[in-house]
């Protein structure tokens, strides 16, 4: 058993949920196995109306789903309506897959070519606390519509929401032992995942360092592997934009979630030129930032997951200096103001490393070239903003910023109908998008004599 802890209180939850024990997760595991062939080999169109059956439940419970979110991780409720809605969209969208999961007929002499995809078996699919109900469905969502069983890790701390949307799709008709959760620690749950000969892929969203040892430990079976890490994005402001409107963005590409998002534009890149109005309005806006209880329909930014979270990202503040900083609220929960750094050294800490908080270090850059060469200067690549109304250069600095998701002039979420991943350490694979089914497949080559 886990104590789960409210992050705005720092009061215990009343929910417990049991943690597996590797005995528990090989249990699950040989049911998943065992119930394979039998979710493979329903109909295309049954399957499709069996995924819309369950976005509906979803959808029906999506206020409990949000509310939860709310009590177990500190998201603001707006946020945690958007991700139960994504829930929701994500199983919609990928409902559409079965009837077109269809291979090529390529032409051969002396017969036919043609190809299948086909399900893997067993996904393990293993969650971090950040986003626990998106991250969770755009493994499943597309998984299942390919024909594959799912066993599922949510975060030790964020556990809640993941069982009950296992609930749910039993309640929408999902035979028994498709969709199964686990709560459990990763050391023993998340590991057997790597282990254990029956699981065919591991979708692993987290730490980098994890995921390292991930991929390794996949290695030994040659499992299939896709990995979404860390991250260090940059948003790049150039003079010759909307400062005002680049600056009032700016908070909200980091400081949502708390900054507890692998996609956070946690380093901002200022032209000089601009640099000192762009920090002036960056002030006004971040202490008008609504840093409330996160169940307050107002709240813009609510306290972080865990005490822990909290102590790590409190080390990065204790070693930079702040230039300012917006409000949070006193008393109890883990809560940190969103705060601004001004850096003028790279090898500085809060500007190398990922800190997974409410912080972001501003820097000034001259030209283009070397806006570019600060932006990649990192073994991480997974977003960016580029702010410019010039569109020649957005197009030419968007190709040479080396990362998977890039937005121009805004700084769009992830949309789950777009494919999502990141260069060098931020990850392996992609996930989302329309090819996310062909992920959870293999390709197979037959090959008919006349
Ligand atoms: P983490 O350790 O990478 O945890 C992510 C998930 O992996 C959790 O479900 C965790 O289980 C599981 N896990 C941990 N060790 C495992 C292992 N040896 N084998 C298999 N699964 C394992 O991340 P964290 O400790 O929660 O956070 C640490 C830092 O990682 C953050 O400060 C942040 O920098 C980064 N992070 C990034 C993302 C992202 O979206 N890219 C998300 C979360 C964290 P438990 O819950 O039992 O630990
Ligand atoms: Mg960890």
């Not at 603001?76 to 269809?102: H, K, M, Q």
Request: aromatic share 8%.
């Amino acid at each position: 058993m886990s104590t789960l802890i409210n992050p705005t209180t720092g009061l215990e939850l009343d929910a417990s949920p049991d943690s597996a024990s590797l005995e528990d997760a090989d249990a699950v595991i040989a049911r998943a196995h065992d119930t394979f062939p039998a979710w493979r080999d329903v109909a295309p169109g049954e399957r499709a109306r069996l995924l819309r059956a369950f976005a509906a439940v979803v959808d029906e419970h999506l206020e409990e789903l949000a509310q939860l979110e709310v009590l177990n991780a500190g998201h603001t409720i707006g946020n945690a309506r958007w991700e139960a809605g994504n829930v929701r969209d994500c199983l919609n969208y990928y409902s559409a897959a079965p009837e077109r999961l269809f291979g090529r007929q390529i032409p051969v002499a002396g017969g036919t070519d043609v190809t299948f995809h086909e399900p893997l078996g067993v996904v393990g699919i293993i969650v971090p606390w950040n986003f626990p109900m998106p991250i969770a469905a755009w493994g499943f969502a597309p998984a299942l519509a390919a024909g594959n069983t799912v066993v599922l890790k949510p975060a030790e701390l964020t556990p809640l929401t993941a069982i009950r949307i296992a609930e749910l799709a039993l309640e929408a008709g999902l035979p028994e032992g498709v969709l199964n959760v686990i709560p459990g620690k990763g050391s023993v749950v998340g590991e057997r995942f790597v282990t254990h000969p029956l699981v065919r892929k591991v979708c692993f969203t987290g730490s980098t360092t994890v995921g390292k040892q991930i991929m390794a430990g996949c290695a030994d079976q040659v499992k299939r592997v896709t990995l979404e890490l860390g991250g260090k994005s940059a948003n790049i402001v150039f003079a010759d934009t909307d400062v005002a409107a680049a600056a009032a963005s700016a908070p909200y590409a980091v400081f949502d979630n708390a900054g507890q998002d692998c996609c956070a534009r946690s380093r901002i890149l200022v032209q000089r030129s601009a640099y000192d109005e762009f920090v002036g309005r960056l002030e006004t806006a971040v202490k008008t930032l609504r840093v409330l209880d996160p169940a307050d329909e107002r709240s813009e930014m609510g306290p972080l997951v865990s005490a822990g979270q909290r102590d790590s990202v409190q080390a990065y503040l204790d070693g930079a200096t702040v230039a300012f900083t917006g409000s949070a609220p006193d008393g109890p929960g883990w809560w940190l103001p969103p705060t601004v750094v001004e850096s003028t050294d790279t090898s500085e800490p809060v500007w190398r490393e990922e800190v997974f908080g409410p912080v972001v270090a501003v820097m000034a850059f001259d030209d283009e070239d070397e806006a570019v060469a600060l932006a990649n200067d990192t073994e991480y690549g997974l977003s960016g903003s580029i702010f410019t109304a010039d569109v020649g250069r957005a197009l030419r600095v968007a190709r040479r910023v080396e990362a998977g998701n890039l937005s121009v002039n805004s700084h769009s979420s992830v949309r789950y109908w777009t494919p999502f991943g990141g260069y060098k350490q931020s990850g392996l694979g992609r996930e989302l998008g329309p090819d996310a089914p062909h992920a959870f497949t293999e390709e197979k080559n037959v090959f008919i004599a006349h």
